[in-house]
């Protein structure tokens, strides 16, 4: 038993360091354990079996005992701190890491976005809801206005014998167009 979850152990690790999303297939999953120590980072080989307890973000947040508290505690959260961005050196930015603890394993499987680039893909997304909004009033504007424009005809054709034209009069609004003997 202890040799298949072994087995499945490295099979998961493989799966996940080679799995990338994102635009650039940048984005990635990484594994550290409760200690905190990486287990497995796909950009960042060296580091695992390191102990990462001591890394701070520009904040002095310990993330990796932040992601280590929040899987523990809370068993799955996002945590927000700031890093590199991709391989940027010396450009930092906020990144929100969502992470998930394995009890059996005693992994933290976490992945994040950098909010810059969420924002981003907002604004791209805003846009084309806008134009695809314009582009639906435009189509539709003929037949949302038909309804008044029925009824001014109607009010024009039926005048003073009309279904409105008493209504109006009586208000005070002289009705015009009216067509004689109607």
Known sequence: LAQACQAAGLSVLDTLRAARFGEQGLDYYWIN??????????????????DVGEVKDPNGLHLFREFGRVAREEGAGFVPYMWQYYSEKGRVEPKLSYVQGYEPWGWVVGTGVYINDVNAQVRRMSGHLLAATLLIALIELPYSISPIVAGVAYLFVYGSQGLF??????????????????
């Open 165 to 182: 034209g008493p209504l109006l009069e009586q208000r005070g609004i002289k009705v015009m167009f009216a067509l004689p003997g109607i």
């Open 33 to 50: 354990d409760f200690q905190p120590a990486i287990v497995m980072h796909p950009f960042r080989p060296d580091l695992v079996g390191k």
